[in-house]
């Protein structure tokens, strides 16, 4: 997964969080719907980067390409 990949999934879950919580706590339940959109977002880009990942290191070891890091 790249930094900005992961940069970015971790942003939305945490921008995603704050505004579930606004909403929570200030009773506006379109801000809190947002922030679980958003955070949901986050965790999918985590997800999808996760399955890159592991697809790449499994063709690295049928290819015995294991210096990547």
């Known amino acids: ?5 992961k940069f970015d ?11 579930e919580g ?4 200030t009773g506006d339940k379109e801000t809190e719907r947002e ?3 958003q955070n949901l977002k986050g965790k999918l880009k ?3 980067e ?4 592991a697809a790449s290191k499994a063709k ?3 290819t015995g390409d ?4």
């Open 46 to 48: 985590d997800a999808g």
């Open 66 to 69: 294991n210096n990547r890091t």
């Open 9 to 19: 999934a971790k942003s939305d879950k945490a921008s995603g969080s704050a505004k």
């Open 60 to 62: 690295d070891s049928v």
């Open 22 to 25: 606004v909403g929570k706590l």
């Open 35 to 37: 922030g679980q959109g």
């Open 1 to 5: 997964m790249g930094l900005d990949d």
């Open 50 to 53: 996760n399955v890159k990942d």
